[in-house]
């Protein structure tokens, strides 16, 4: 007799989906699941009696045990042995991928994935390195180490310089007025959005690879990106896709805007109608592993850790209380349930639009930002932050667990990389006697604004900083009969004698010069005349920028991240020399056999093409 005991079975009929809620996190289930429509997941479950908060359209079976007779088990046995044997035969990779996935995770520094390695589930970052080919050196070649600029470099193989999305945001002169990088007044929200879908990715310069695969397939090719954030997902989408959709944190749906279509599909009305937000929303954040698997910081406030929307530092985290009545959902994606919810609207996507149901190349673009979240609220050395990264790696481990069985490995080629890390907070460098601090940029134009104001008489010589640009008011300057290259350069000149900055240049330099190599190189990489300052600054080591009340830390370091290839045709292979992140677009258009984008300045990585 083969049995489990002291179990139980929870069957789920899901109609057109069975990702909808993805109960399996939540009731720590070993999950064996359907890629047929109408989807049933079934689940053995370490649980007894009704599980808590399960809605009332789902069925609950409880059973002791699984009884079988020992023929029926050998009989089945053999067939499911025959089964795999027929299905390995098969398992011949297409010509090129049928699907594509890209994630890209804010903030996945790689010392966390060594560092805390050894608590992960084998089946999800573990799994990418084990199978797939691992690139330890992934390189950020430009001075604008922000999440934008980094996300249009993955997608178009090029450097600001050339794609034009030097930062976040950035001084417009026309306007004078700083605007965000996606912000287009043209167009508007759609999906019973709260606030303004003032979108596009119009302010991109050139193509993307996936815009280029659009036009290779003469348009028949899916494009879909999703994020919590509307300028990821947008940036990430370039010119062609057919959707992007993000997170509205005020009604709890997903959302888009009218520069896709004039309505959500109808698939995503359904999927916000569930209301799953109110289920996460319920869920206290508690540690999902004991105690004693967390490294701990002795003294959290100096490692920059702070409340989290109420007195205390420390679990649990009770979101129902957290909630804001105007803002009632802002706190999901600053928690884990935020990414595990991302995941399920991404399988949703994928089944609902039919990607890679085909010979015709899809593409599924995804960016997760709880790292960079919990770190920047609580600190990198936080238990909250480790146990971000632990429920990252289960949602990753379930994603490509649905991926192998819904299409098959072999047919779906997946990277997976980072926008980039956060440095040490200054606070937590400070006591550890390490070098390390914060510039203030009021205190910067402040004491720029007192030099010109003494070398060249009263005047309001600055316009704006931002994103580590200085813009001069070049109206007085000319007014004044100065030569802009002479004010730019006595900048330079009292700048560097600032002890937060390293290094400082004029934009007359990076537009006529040309610099082979080291920090100037970085800055003229990210140069882009149109929208870049007069005076570029970089940092010292370990140095972040001030935050303001309204705004986070922006301030990336200048460090590497890993990048992985998981999928379609790829060996197991561990890359150590250094690879460019421009390099993912040429690398990724080589495999679909068309030319790299427009623009692209990167190179094929030749140890991944097979």
Same mark, same amino acid.
């Given at each position: 007799?083969?049995?489990?005991?002291?179990?139980?079975?929870?069957?789920?009929?899901?109609?057109?989906?069975?990702?909808?809620?993805?109960?399996?996190?939540?009731?720590?289930?070993?999950?064996?699941?359907?890629?047929?429509?109408?989807?049933?997941?079934?689940?053995?479950?370490?649980?007894?009696?009704?599980?808590?908060?399960?809605?009332?359209?789902?069925?609950?079976?409880?059973?002791?045990?699984?009884?079988?007779?020992?023929?029926?088990?050998?009989?089945?046995?053999?067939?499911?042995?025959?089964?795999?044997?027929?299905?390995?035969?098969?398992?011949?990779?297409?010509?090129?991928?049928?699907?594509?996935?890209?994630?890209?995770?804010?903030?996945?520094?790689?010392?966390?994935?060594?560092?805390?390695?050894?608590?992960?589930?084998?089946?999800?970052?573990?799994?990418?390195?084990?199978?797939?080919?691992?690139?330890?050196?992934?390189?950020?070649?430009?001075?604008?180490?922000?999440?934008?600029?980094?996300?249009?470099?993955?997608?178009?193989?090029?450097?600001?310089?050339?794609?034009?999305?030097?930062?976040?945001?950035?001084?417009?002169?026309?306007?004078?007025?700083?605007?965000?990088?996606?912000?287009? %007044?043209?167009?508007?929200?759609?999906?019973?959005?709260?606030?303004?879908?003032?979108?596009?990715?119009?302010?991109?310069?050139?193509?993307?690879?996936?815009?280029?695969?659009?036009?290779?397939?003469?348009?028949?090719?899916?494009?879909?990106?999703?994020?919590?954030? %509307?300028?990821?997902?947008?940036?990430?989408?370039?010119?062609?896709?057919?959707?992007?959709?993000?997170?509205?944190?005020?009604?709890?749906?997903?959302?888009?805007?009218?520069?896709?279509?004039?309505?959500?599909?109808?698939?995503?009305?359904?999927?916000?109608?569930?209301?799953?937000?109110?289920?996460?929303?319920?869920?206290?954040?508690?540690?999902?592993?004991?105690?004693?698997?967390?490294?701990?910081?002795?003294?959290?406030?100096?490692?920059?850790?702070?409340?989290?929307?109420?007195?205390?530092?420390?679990?649990?985290?009770?979101?129902?209380?957290?909630?804001?009545?105007?803002?009632?959902?802002?706190?999901?994606?600053?928690?884990?349930?935020?990414?595990?919810?991302?995941?399920?609207? %991404?399988?949703?996507?994928?089944?609902?639009?039919?990607?890679?149901?085909?010979?015709?190349?899809?593409?599924?673009?995804?960016?997760?930002?709880?790292?960079?979240?919990?770190?920047?609220?609580?600190?990198?050395?936080?238990?909250?932050?480790?146990?971000?990264?632990?429920?990252?790696?289960?949602?990753?481990?379930?994603?490509?667990?649905?991926?192998?069985?819904?299409?098959?490995?072999?047919?779906?080629?997946?990277?997976?990389?980072?926008?980039?890390?956060?440095?040490?907070?200054?606070?937590?460098?400070?006591?550890?006697?390490?070098?390390?601090?914060?510039?203030?940029?009021?205190?910067?134009?402040?004491?720029?604004?007192?030099?010109?104001?003494?070398?060249?008489?009263?005047?309001?010589?600055?316009?704006?900083?931002?994103?580590?640009?200085?813009?001069?008011?070049?109206?007085?300057?000319?007014?004044?009969?100065?030569?802009?290259?002479?004010?730019?350069?006595?900048?330079?000149?009292?700048?560097?004698?600032?002890?937060?900055?390293?290094?400082?240049?004029?934009?007359?330099?990076?537009?006529?010069?040309?610099?082979?190599?080291?920090?100037?190189?970085?800055?003229? %990489?990210?140069?882009?005349?149109?929208?870049?300052?007069?005076?570029?600054?970089?940092?010292?080591?370990?140095?972040?920028?001030?935050?303001?009340?309204?705004?986070?830390?922006?301030?990336?370091?200048?460090?590497?991240?890993?990048?992985?290839?998981?999928?379609?045709?790829?060996?197991?292979?561990?890359?150590?020399?250094?690879?460019?992140?421009?390099?993912?677009?040429?690398?990724?258009?080589?495999?679909?056999?068309?030319?790299?984008?427009?623009?692209?300045?990167?190179?094929?990585?030749?140890?991944?093409?097979?």
């Amino acid at each position: 007799m083969v049995y489990v005991s002291d179990t139980s079975i929870l069957l789920i009929q899901l109609g057109e989906s069975f990702t909808d809620g993805k109960y399996r996190e939540r009731l720590k289930t070993h999950t064996i699941f359907s890629p047929f429509k109408p989807a049933f997941f079934l689940s053995l479950c370490e649980c007894r009696g009704r599980p808590k908060n399960l809605p009332d359209n789902i069925s609950f079976v409880p059973v002791k045990r699984i009884i079988m007779n020992p023929n029926q088990f050998f009989l089945s046995f053999i067939l499911a042995l025959s089964t795999l044997s027929l299905t390995a035969q098969n398992k011949i990779a297409p010509t090129k991928p049928k699907l594509v996935v890209g994630i890209v995770v804010d903030n996945l520094n790689p010392e966390f994935i060594e560092k805390y390695g050894s608590y992960f589930d084998p089946n999800g970052f573990l799994k990418l390195a084990a199978e797939g080919t691992q690139i330890r050196h992934l390189r950020y070649d430009y001075h604008s180490r922000q999440i934008l600029p980094t996300l249009a470099s993955i997608v178009t193989g090029a450097n600001p310089a050339q794609h034009g999305i030097i930062a976040d945001e950035w001084y417009d002169r026309l306007s004078q007025q700083t605007r965000a990088a996606c912000s287009d %007044a043209n167009y508007s929200g759609i999906g019973n959005t709260a606030y303004s879908g003032n979108w596009s990715p119009n302010n991109m310069a050139i193509p993307g690879v996936f815009d280029e695969l659009k036009l290779f397939t003469e348009l028949q090719s899916k494009l879909i990106s999703i994020a919590p954030e %509307a300028p990821a997902a947008i940036t990430m989408g370039a010119h062609t896709a057919d959707f992007s959709f993000w997170f509205d944190s005020y009604t709890g749906n997903w959302v888009s805007n009218t520069f896709y279509e004039t309505k959500l599909p109808s698939w995503v009305e359904k999927f916000n109608g569930k209301k799953l937000p109110e289920l996460y929303q319920s869920k206290s954040w508690e540690p999902i592993y004991p105690a004693f698997k967390y490294l701990k910081i002795l003294n959290r406030e100096n490692a920059g850790e702070k409340a989290w929307g109420k007195s205390s530092k420390d679990f649990p985290y009770p979101l129902e209380k957290l909630r804001n009545t105007d803002h009632p959902y802002q706190h999901l994606f600053q928690t884990p349930y935020g990414n595990t919810f991302l995941f399920d609207f %991404a399988m949703n996507c994928l089944i609902e639009e039919s990607l890679g149901k085909d010979e015709i190349t899809d593409v599924l673009l995804i960016n997760s930002s709880i790292l960079r979240e919990v770190e920047e609220n609580f600190s990198p050395h936080s238990e909250e932050l480790q146990d971000a990264l632990f429920r990252l790696d289960q949602d990753l481990a379930y994603f490509l667990a649905f991926l192998d069985k819904e299409y098959g490995k072999e047919n779906v080629l997946v990277f997976l990389t980072s926008t980039g890390v956060l440095p040490h907070r200054a606070s937590f460098l400070k006591e550890q006697q390490l070098p390390g601090g914060e510039l203030d940029p009021d205190r910067l134009v402040t004491l720029l604004k007192a030099y010109l104001n003494a070398t060249y008489g009263p005047g309001e010589w600055i316009e704006a900083y931002t994103s580590e640009n200085i813009y001069l008011n070049r109206e007085l300057i000319h007014a004044a009969n100065l030569s802009l290259k002479e004010v730019q350069e006595q900048s330079v000149s009292i700048l560097e004698e600032m002890d937060a900055v390293y290094s400082a240049n004029t934009a007359s330099n990076l537009g006529n010069l040309e610099y082979l190599h080291g920090v100037n190189r970085s800055m003229q %990489a990210s140069y882009y005349p149109k929208r870049s300052g007069d005076v570029f600054l970089e940092l010292k080591p370990n140095f972040t920028v001030k935050a303001n009340p309204y705004r986070k830390v922006i301030r990336y370091a200048p460090a590497n991240s890993y990048l992985y290839w998981w999928g379609w045709k790829m060996k197991r292979n561990k890359i150590i020399r250094p690879v460019s992140v421009c390099d993912i677009a040429p690398s990724l258009a080589e495999m679909l056999q068309m030319n790299a984008p427009n623009g692209s300045t990167g190179d094929v990585i030749q140890e991944i093409i097979p």
